[in-house]
């Protein structure tokens, strides 16, 4: 298996691991968690037209311990994970394991492991080494085999009475198509040239009880600039209604060398959301105002921030989409723990080579069902179908099912 690792990290490990004596106060030990996730993924896509059907079956681990802190003026912590995977099956490249060209197929087994160190003050915390965040400008991807990983070193604060304050830089990643950690660069670009890093600083408040208010900003070194603002404003209304709206903003720009040319426009998304015991209905509308893509970063890292991002994303040069979502929870029928989920994402006014009106849709059906009770409680069934149609290339048909289970030690 194939396991690579940063000199930081190892640098780290063998700080920390060398430590352990100094640092095995009772709340550090006592405080520590293991866990083990299994995760067994199957993706099978058929496409509409000449391009080549693609999927894959895998079986992956992912080790994770977090220690709790010293008992010291600067708390000290440590976190450390390892993840693996086989593939049982692989025909083509679905982008969900490490494809290798020669052979036409995804690796036949991967790996990766790191290490966190964690310094605490008061509120505020250090994190240095291997993060899965969720930020507006970075976030983890768990929707293939393994996790998405930023390294780097984040500084986060709680030290004022509602507001989270986030600061830091990434320097590579580790994606769902990789075994080791690379340096960043554009999503679509070739890889030759890449960044020394994303930098970032923001944070969100809370204005009210109910209205809050995020905003980040962002550097790609020599690649893009971004920034974001988003509002979410909760509601109570009559007859156990729940309303909950959003509002997301994205303005990219160019940064030092435009290493890919420059970068440069916004995004808009904005999405209603109406809860009602079992019920939960959304409305969404997303505007790409930019003659090019939106700006990703390499190894198809997500943009969950976009009110649209799906199998799709739809992030086309001046796109406008809409999406109506409904779930369904039915514990009301004594099934607790099984769900239902169905979702219609049209895009249009693509600008798409000569064709200024180019459309694209995306059709989302999924039933997940989590045992409750028993020897086996916890363990998860996820199955899931996209239909996807486009206008200016093949369409496809996908299905995913998804077994994962969580084992606390």
């Known amino acids: 298996m194939e396991i690579r690792s940063s000199t930081l990290l190892r640098v780290l490990w063998f700080s920390a691991t060398s430590s352990l004596p100094i640092l095995t106060h009772a709340d550090f030990v006592e405080d520590s968690n293991v866990k083990l996730d299994l995760k067994n993924f199957y993706l099978d896509r058929n496409y509409s037209g000449t391009t080549h059907d693609v999927g894959s079956w895998s079986q992956g681990l992912d080790l994770q311990y977090s220690s709790g802190y010293t008992d010291t003026m600067i708390q000290v912590g440590l ?71 930023f390294e780097g070193a984040v500084l986060q604060s709680n030290e004022i009475k509602g507001l989270n304050l986030t600061a830091g830089t990434f320097w590579k990643a580790v994606t769902r198509q990789s075994s080791g950690k690379e340096d960043l660069y554009l999503y679509g670009g ?74 440069h426009g916004q995004s808009f998304g904005s999405m209603v959301t109406l809860h009602k015991n079992a019920h939960t209905l959304s409305l969404s509308y997303q505007n790409m105002h930019s003659s090019q893509n939106f700006p990703t970063m390499n190894g198809s890292i997500p943009q969950p921030y976009l009110v649209h991002w799906s199998a799709l994303g739809f992030v086309r040069p001046d796109e406008k989409s809409y999406g109506i979502k409904y779930s369904y929870n039915f514990k009301d029928f004594g099934l607790p723990g099984l769900n239902f989920s169905t979702r219609y994402i049209y895009g249009n006014d693509i600008n798409y080579g000569s064709d200024k009106n180019a459309t694209e849709s995306e059709r989302n059906i999924s039933f997940n069902y989590t045992i409750q009770k028993g020897k086996f409680a916890g363990l998860k069934f996820d199955l899931r179908n996209i239909h996807v149609n486009k206008s200016f290339a093949d369409g496809y048909n996908e299905f995913r099912f998804i077994t994962t289970y969580t084992y606390k030690f």
């Open 190 to 263: 070739n890889g030759v040239k890449r960044s020394s890093g994303l930098t970032f600083v923001g944070g969100t408040y809370d204005l009210s009880h109910a209205l809050s208010a995020t905003y980040f900003y962002a550097e790609l070194k020599d690649i893009y600039t971004q920034q974001y603002l988003g509002l979410k404003h909760k509601a109570e209304l009559p007859d156990g209604l729940k309303l909950t709206s959003d509002i997301r903003y994205f303005d990219n720009g160019q940064n030092g060398q435009n290493l890919y040319g420059k970068v």
């Open 79 to 149: 976190d450390a994970s390892a993840q693996g995977a086989i593939t049982l099956h692989s025909q083509g490249n679905d982008g969900s394991l490490p494809y290798d060209p020669s052979t036409g197929k995804a690796k036949d087994d991967y790996g990766r492991f790191g290490a966190t160190l964690k310094l605490k003050y008061s509120k505020t915390k250090l994190t240095i080494g291997d993060h899965r965040p969720n930020l507006p400008i970075a976030s983890e991807d768990p929707s293939r085999q393994l996790d998405t990983i």
